[in-house]
């Protein structure tokens, strides 16, 4: 008797990822070492980089370098559970990728730039997560 691929992954319990699967771990990985890296940046920079006069949500640098840090943390574990049960984890991508936006606008008078990349790529991931079809997932 032979057994193709369909069998020996109902026989195993373990469900091969689709590509829209794996694009979207991939990219909250990558978000979360960019949100890691700016959280690195500003611990290390903290006496150069200033907020404009006004911005009500005013950290010491070293506070915003480990609220970064502490949200890529956040991220890489949920980038880790879509790739390991991804049907399971969306809800928790979701929640943590809105995370990541609300930490990359309050960012956003330190290092514009990066904010806004960081923000399109978060807006990128849930677009993702929201939009896949896990009808292949769950078979």
Do not use: K
Not at 104 to 115: K, M, N
């Amino acid at each position: 008797m032979t057994m193709n691929s369909q069998d020996t992954e109902g026989a195993t319990a373990q469900v091969s990822p689709s590509g829209a699967t794996f694009a979207v771990g991939a990219l909250l990985l990558t978000s979360a070492i960019l949100t890691f890296l700016v959280g690195v940046f500003a611990l290390i920079t903290h006496e150069l980089v200033a907020s404009g006069p006004g911005y009500q949500y005013t950290f010491q640098m070293t506070g915003w370098g480990w609220v970064n840090i502490l949200t890529g943390l956040v991220l890489a574990v949920v980038a880790l559970v879509v790739f390991l049960n991804p049907v399971q984890a969306r809800v928790a991508a979701i929640a943590a990728t809105c995370l990541a936006i609300a930490v990359s606008f309050l960012w956003l008078p330190y290092y514009p730039p990066g904010a806004i990349v960081l923000i399109a790529l978060d807006i990128v991931v849930i677009w993702g997560v929201a939009t896949w079809n896990t009808s292949r997932e769950t078979a």
